[in-house]
C-alpha cells in the first residue's frame, strides 16, 4: 500500500451511519443528500460569496479567482480531507500572503507558487507529519493571524475612504493622513452601512432577531450597502468580473528560486497550519453538538492535508486563490446542523453556479462594501480571548513579537521572530532559578528554587563558598530537574565541607535520582501522589481497629485509635504543601489575591471524599467554583423547607462571578443513591432523611423503561444505584434551569449547562450528550480535545 494512503480512507463511507437493526443494503447505493447538508450549504454559501470577493479584493487578485478558491475548496478539499464538516476556502489569514506574491512576481507566477505549495502539501500529508504542526506555540498562531488582520484591516480602511491602499503597513500608516483629508463621502456611506449591518443584524431582539438571524449578517450588510447604493444612484468602484475567456491560468514560476522556495514555503506554512488547527476546532464543535458526535468521524489530520493540498493543486492550476480551512464557514456548517462532508461539497457547486448565472447581480456590488466587510474580518482576527488565554500562560512576549513581526517583517519574518522567541522564553525558564542563604540560630540555609542546571554553577558556587568553614549546613534543593555539572559541584562541596569539620544536609533530592522522584528506603515505594491513598507506604493491611469496620492502613494501630496518627499526617500534608508546593504556586495565587477570583465554570458534585474535582478536571486555584453536598442535589428554588445554600452558590456563580458554564457530576457507589434506595418511608427525620428528600424526583424517574432512561454509551448500568445515579444527574439539570439566574444566562446564551458521571473504580469519566428523549453519557477519552 502506497504511503500517501490515509489510514482511514475509508472515512468517508463509514459517515453514513445505518441503523444498528436495520436490513443490510442490496444492490448499488444512490447517492443521497440529507435535508440538513442542503439547508447547511445554503448558508455556508451565502457567507462564502461575500468574502470570496472581498478576500480577492484585498490581496490584489482578479475578483473570479476569489470564486475559483471557493468552489474548488468546497470541492475537492471536502470530497478528499479529512475533516468532513470543515469548510475550505480563500482565507483571510492568507491575504497578505497572496498580496506580497502577487505585488512580487504577477498572478500568475502566484498562481504557480499556490500549485507548488499544493504539491508541498501531498508531500506532508505522505510522510504523516500533521500532528506536529500542532507543536506551534499557539501564542505564536494567535500571533501570526493578529498581524495578519492588522495588515488586512490597515490596508482596506484606504479602500472604505476611497482611496487606494499601498504595499506595507508602514506606507499605508503613513498614507493615512492624506487619505482621511481627500475621503470620499459615497464610499465612506456605504462602508459605514456595510459595517453597522454587520454589527447589529446579529443582536436585533425578539422573536423577529430569531427569524432574520437566519440569514448570515455578511450576506445582509453586502447586499442592504448595495440596494442602497443602487437605489441613492451612487457611483462607486463596482465588481468587475472580466469574460471567464480571460481568466488568466498559472504559468511557470518567474523569478529568483530562494525567493520562489521561500514564497512556496511560508504559502504551504501558513495554508497548513491554518488548516490543521481549523481541523481541531471544528472536531470541538462536532464534540458539543448532542446526537453528532457518532456520526461524524473524528478528523484525520494527515487526510486534511492531503485534500488540502489536492485543493491547492487544482485551484492554482485553474488561477484561484491559495486555499485552507476558514474557521468561519465552518463554524456556520457547523451550527447550520450539517451532518456529513455533502454539505460542504455542495456549498462549492452553488458557488459554480453562482459564478457562471450571477455575474450580473454581482457587478453591482460596491468595493467599499466588500472592503469594509474583509476589514471587519481582519479586526476580528485580533482576537481579545486570545490575548486574555496568552496573558494568563504568560507567553504575551512572544504573542506580541509574532504580531509585530508579521506586521512591519512579513509573515515568515514574523513567524520566525515569534519561534525564537518562544525558544528563548522556554530556555529562561527552564534556566530560571533563585539561590538564597541565610543563617538561622548557627544552621546555614542555602535554598535553590528552580532547576539546576550548568548555567547556574558559578551562581551555586558563590553562594556555597559563603558558608563557613566547620559549620552545619542545609541545602533544600526546590525543584525537578539537575544535571551532571551541577550535582558534581554540589557533591564535591558536600565532601570538601565535611571533611573540614562541617556538616551537610541535602533534602530535596537524594543522589542517583530526580528531585521529584526520592529513593526508595526501607522497601517504601510511596511517589508523591500516594498522600491521596490516605497512606504512607504500601504495607499489609492490619486488622480493623474495634468498631472501625476498616483495616488500619497505617499500620500502628494504636495510633489509629488515639486520632494522633491522623493528627500527624494532617501535618505531614500541610508541611508537604509549604515545602514543595506553596513555591510553585504562591505567584499565581498572589495574582488570584490581587485580580480576584475569575472562574469559568461552577462544579456542582457529590462531598464523597474520592471525587477529587482539580484532579478530574486538571484544573488549578481560581479555574473552578466548586459546591459540594451529599448526592449533588439542587434544591428547586421556592421549595417549601427547601435549603438556600445551594440557590446562594448558583445565584452568586451565575450573576456575580459571570461563570460560563454549570456542570453536574454524580459518581459511582454513591452514598446518597444506595440510601435512596434502601429508605424506609416513616421513621425519625433526622438531617440526613431531610436532605435526602431533594432526591425523590430522580427516584420516580426509574421506573419508567420506555427508552429514555439515561444510560452510559456501550454499556447498562451496573446495578439499580448506578441507574439512579444518571437519573440524578440528568434530574438535577432541570433544577437548574428552574433557577431564575440560570434561566436568565441560557436565555440570553450567555450559560451552558453539562451532565457528568465519574465511574471511581474505573477513573473514567462520562459526559452527557443530548437531553430529554435521549440522555446518553459517552466515554472522555485519553485523546479527546476539549473546549
Request: net charge positive; aromatic share 4%.
Amino acid at each position: 500500500m502506497s504511503a500517501c494512503v490515509p489510514a482511514h480512507a475509508d472515512s468517508a463511507r463509514t459517515e453514513h451511519v445505518h441503523p444498528p437493526h436495520g436490513p443490510p443494503p442490496r444492490g448499488p447505493r444512490r447517492f443521497r443528500v440529507a435535508g440538513a447538508d442542503v439547508s447547511a450549504a445554503v448558508a455556508v454559501f451565502l457567507i462564502a460569496l461575500p468574502l470570496s470577493l472581498g478576500i480577492a479584493l484585498a490581496t490584489g487578485a482578479p475578483l473570479q479567482a476569489g470564486l475559483v478558491a471557493a468552489a474548488v475548496g468546497g470541492i475537492v478539499a471536502g470530497r478528499i480531507g479529512g475533516c468532513p464538516l470543515q469548510v475550505s476556502g480563500p482565507a483571510a489569514g492568507l491575504t497578505v500572503v497572496t498580496a506580497d506574491l502577487i505585488q512580487q512576481y504577477g498572478w500568475r507566477t502566484t498562481c504557480a507558487i499556490t500549485v507548488l505549495a499544493g504539491l508541498a502539501q501531498l508531500g506532508l500529508g505522505c510522510l504523516r507529519v500533521a500532528r506536529s504542526a500542532l507543536a506551534v506555540s499557539p501564542a505564536i498562531v494567535h500571533g501570526m493571524l493578529a498581524g495578519i488582520g492588522v495588515t488586512i484591516a490597515v490596508a482596506q480602511l484606504h479602500i472604505v475612504l476611497g482611496g487606494t491602499p499601498q504595499s506595507s503597513v508602514p506606507d499605508n500608516l503613513v498614507a493615512l493622513p492624506a487619505q482621511l483629508a481627500n475621503l470620499r463621502p459615497a464610499d465612506v456611506a456605504v462602508s459605514v452601512l456595510t459595517l453597522t449591518l454587520l454589527t447589529f443584524w446579529p443582536r436585533v431582539p425578539g422573536r423577529a432577531g430569531r427569524l432574520l438571524g437566519k440569514l448570515p449578517a455578511a450576506l445582509i450588510a453586502v447586499a442592504g450597502a448595495t440596494a442602497v447604493a443602487a437605489l441613492a444612484g451612487l457611483r462607486l468602484p463596482k465588481v468587475d468580473l472580466p469574460s471567464w475567456s480571460s481568466h488568466a491560468l498559472a504559468t511557470l514560476p518567474d523569478g529568483p528560486v530562494l525567493g520562489l522556495v521561500a514564497a512556496v514555503l511560508t504559502t504551504t506554512l501558513v495554508c497548513s497550519v491554518q488548516s490543521l488547527l481549523g481541523a481541531v476546532a471544528v472536531d470541538k464543535l462536532v464534540a458539543a453538538r448532542p446526537g453528532l458526535t457518532g456520526r461524524v468521524k473524528r478528523s484525520n489530520l494527515d487526510r486534511e492535508l492531503l485534500g488540502q493540498g489536492a485543493a491547492n493543486i487544482v485551484s492554482g492550476s485553474l488561477g484561484g486563490l491559495p486555499i485552507a480551512g476558514v474557521a468561519v464557514r465552518s463554524s456556520a456548517n457547523v451550527a447550520a446542523g450539517a451532518v456529513s462532508r455533502n454539505s460542504t461539497m455542495l456549498h462549492g457547486v452553488l458557488v459554480v453556479i453562482a459564478a457562471l448565472l450571477l455575474v450580473p447581480a454581482l457587478e453591482l456590488i460596491p468595493l467599499a462594501s466588500l472592503a469594509a466587510l474583509v476589514m471587519a474580518v481582519g479586526l476580528k482576527m485580533v482576537s481579545l480571548n486570545h490575548i486574555r488565554t496568552v496573558t494568563r500562560h504568560r507567553e504575551v512576549l512572544v504573542y506580541a513579537v509574532t504580531t509585530i513581526g508579521v506586521v512591519f517583517l512579513g509573515v515568515l519574518e514574523g513567524v520566525a521572530l515569534g519561534i525564537a522567541v518562544a525558544v528563548g522564553v522556554a530556555l529562561h525558564r527552564l534556566t530560571r532559578m533563585r539561590i538564597t542563604h541565610h543563617e538561622s540560630e548557627g544552621v546555614h540555609h542555602v535554598h535553590v528554587r528552580g532547576q539546576l542546571t550548568f548555567l547556574a554553577v558559578p551562581r551555586l558556587s558563590r553562594i556555597l563558598h559563603h558558608v563557613p568553614h566547620g559549620t552545619t549546613a542545609v541545602v533544600e534543593l526546590d525543584g525537578s530537574f539537575m544535571d551532571h555539572a551541577a550535582y558534581e559541584t554540589l557533591h564535591d562541596w558536600q565532601k570538601t565541607h565535611t571533611a573540614q569539620g562541617g556538616s551537610v544536609d541535602i533534602t530535596g533530592r537524594r543522589p542517583g535520582t530526580r528531585i521529584s522522584e526520592p529513593a526508595d528506603t526501607d522497601n517504601c515505594r510511596c511517589r508523591p501522589w500516594t498522600p491521596w491513598r490516605n497512606h504512607q507506604c504500601e504495607r499489609p493491611p492490619t486488622a480493623p481497629p474495634p468498631g472501625t469496620g476498616r483495616p488500619d492502613s497505617t499500620g500502628d494501630a494504636a495510633d489509629t485509635a488515639s486520632g494522633s496518627a491522623d493528627g500527624r499526617e494532617l501535618a505531614r500534608g500541610i508541611s508537604a504543601f509549604q515545602r514543595n508546593t506553596a513555591p510553585l504556586v504562591r505567584g499565581e495565587l498572589a495574582r488570584l489575591a490581587r485580580e480576584g477570583q475569575q472562574p469559568s465554570q461552577l462544579f456542582l458534585t457529590c462531598a464523597d471524599s474520592r471525587v477529587v474535582t482539580s484532579m478530574i478536571t486538571s484544573s488549578g486555584p481560581g479555574d473552578l467554583f466548586v459546591v459540594r453536598n451529599v448526592g449533588n442535589f439542587v434544591p428547586l428554588p421556592g421549595e417549601k423547607g427547601g435549603d438556600d445554600s445551594v440557590a446562594a452558590a448558583i445565584e452568586y456563580a451565575v450573576d456575580v462571578l459571570k461563570v460560563r458554564s454549570i456542570t453536574v457530576c454524580g459518581h459511582s457507589g454513591c452514598g446518597a443513591m444506595q440510601t435512596l434506595l434502601s429508605a424506609e418511608p416513616g421513621g425519625r427525620q433526622t438531617p440526613l432523611k431531610r436532605w435526602l428528600r431533594h432526591g425523590l424526583p430522580s427516584l420516580e424517574r426509574l421506573p419508567e423503561d420506555d427508552g429514555t432512561r439515561p444510560r452510559l454509551a456501550g454499556r447498562g448500568p451496573a446495578d439499580p444505584a448506578e441507574q439512579l445515579c444518571l437519573a440524578n444527574v440528568v434530574q438535577q439539570l432541570e433544577h437548574l434551569r428552574a433557577h431564575e439566574s440560570v434561566s436568565r444566562a441560557l436565555g440570553a446564551g450567555d450559560l451552558e449547562l453539562h451532565g457528568m458521571y465519574f465511574h471511581v473504580g474505573e477513573a473514567q469519566a462520562y459526559l452527557l450528550a443530548g437531553d430529554g428523549g435521549e440522555a446518553v453519557f459517552q466515554r472522555v477519552l485519553e485523546t479527546d480535545l476539549t473546549v
